[in-house]
Structures are given as structure tokens and as C-alpha cells.
């Protein structure tokens, strides 16, 4: 069984753009979260999806979106970038929300110069 | 205030030899379950074990132990016969909540071991 898919793995932007980052889960797997990793911050969680509706959301400005589609994949989105938005960002999936262990995937870093 | 305590920004260790991660938490919720994962340098991060609060018995899994003081509010990680291949960095994570599979946790800053030869 695949694992989860994250793309792009590696990717610089510049201030005030913005950027999709996408995530396809484990097959059978209909939750999906975001975390965002960075050195000063550690591991923070971003949001939760199921279903297509999202479910949970931490603690970030309203620049960062996500979205999940009917297949289960999940993207996010961050607008306006800044250069604190540099981090690894991690998605996980799980079978249902409230059951199953959380599966990472290896992340999406981005870089903002 | 921190949710998750690890005091250890870095450990060393000998191949073959035991270590033991320190991890401290803080909640007032009387349902709570601990997770430890493994981060290597690809950035993944990789499930090891789990506590639940109302478990009667330390988790085990394999080479990976939990010692969990429920009083101390301590969970802290043993892993056995440590392997070079274990070198990586290990978080501890929380999750509040009724449900083990809640997918909302508050991780520690993390401890990178590394295992010599």
C-alpha cells in the first residue's frame, strides 16, 4: 500500500507570492491534517479535513487554506507569502477522524526569499 | 506554558546500549493519549508507540518501551538495544480528547539521539 504522497517535496517562492501544496493519502484513508515544522516553532497543526469539510483548524492567520476533494486528496494553500512561512510542511491521513493511527507523509518544504 | 516537555535538545548513545527519551505533559483533561514518533532526515514522521491515559500497563512495541507515570505526568521513551539506523529525532505528541485517533496533537520541541558505533 502506497504511503502518503506529498508534492512538491522541495520548493522556493519569493515574499507575497503564493503557493499550493498537495497531498494524496493513504488509499482508504478519508482524514487528512497539515502540520507545519518549523525550527522555532516545532510541529504545529494546521487544520484537519474529512470528508470534504474541514473539521479542525489551529491557530494560523486566514492566509493559510486547505480544501479537500471527493478522492480524499487534500491541498493547502498559503497566500502572501512571508519569510516566516519558510517550515516543512507535513500532511497526515487516517482512515476515519477519530480512529487509526496517523500516517506522515516526508513533508513539503518550502522556502520564501 | 508548554503541553509537551522534552528537556533533551540531544542524546548520545552506543550501539547495542539502552536510552531513555524524557517527555513531560500538562493537561487538566482526564482522557488523554501520548504518542512517540521518529523523524529522520527525510523528513517523515514515523509512528513507534502509544499510551493511552486509562491504560493499566506501559506500552511496548518491539525494541520500544513507554515508561508512563501517570502522577509525574511523565512518558518517557526506552528504546532497547539501540541500533545505528535509530538515529534520527523523537517527538513526543499529546492528543486531548475521548478518542485515540483524534487527529489534533501537540507535539515537544523533539531530542535528537544519535547512536555511535
Known amino acids: 500500500k502506497a504511503g502518503v504522497t506529498q508534492t512538491p517535496r522541495y520548493l522556493i517562492k519569493t515574499r507575497g507570492q503564493q503557493v499550493t501544496l498537495s497531498c494524496s493519502p493513504i488509499?482508504?484513508?478519508?482524514?487528512v491534517s497539515w502540520y507545519q515544522q518549523t525550527p522555532g516553532q516545532g510541529l504545529q497543526f494546521l487544520f484537519e479535513y474529512f470528508s470534504e469539510t474541514q473539521r479542525n483548524k489551529g491557530n494560523f492567520p486566514g492566509r493559510f487554506s486547505g480544501r479537500q476533494f471527493s478522492n480524499s486528496r487534500s491541498e493547502m494553500n498559503v497566500s502572501t507569502l512571508e519569510l516566516g512561512d519558510s517550515a516543512l510542511y507535513l500532511c497526515?491521513?487516517?482512515?476515519?477522524?477519530?480512529?487509526?493511527?496517523?500516517?506522515f507523509g516526508e513533508g513539503s518544504r518550502l522556502t520564501v526569499l | 506554558a508548554q503541553k509537551i516537555t522534552q528537556t533533551q535538545p540531544g542524546m548520545f548513545v552506543q550501539e547495542k546500549e539502552a536510552v531513555t527519551l524524557d517527555c513531560t505533559y500538562d493537561t487538566s483533561d482526564p482522557s488523554y493519549g501520548l504518542f512517540w514518533y521518529k523523524q529522520p532526515s527525510s523528513g517523515e514522521m514515523i509512528f513507534l508507540i502509544y499510551q493511552g491515559s486509562y491504560d493499566q500497563q506501559n506500552a511496548t512495541e518491539g525494541r520500544y518501551s513507554l515508561n508512563f507515570q501517570k502522577a509525574r505526568k511523565s512518558a518517557n521513551l526506552v528504546i532497547s538495544a539501540s541500533q545505528l539506523g535509530d538515529s534520527a529525532m523523537y517527538f513526543c505528541a499529546m492528543r486531548e480528547g475521548e478518542w485515540r485517533g483524534y487527529s489534533t496533537l501537540t507535539f515537544g520541541k523533539g531530542t535528537m539521539l544519535l547512536v555511535s558505533p
Open positions: 488509499s482508504g484513508h478519508r482524514s
Open positions: 497526515a491521513s487516517k482512515e476515519l477522524p477519530n480512529t487509526g493511527e496517523l500516517f
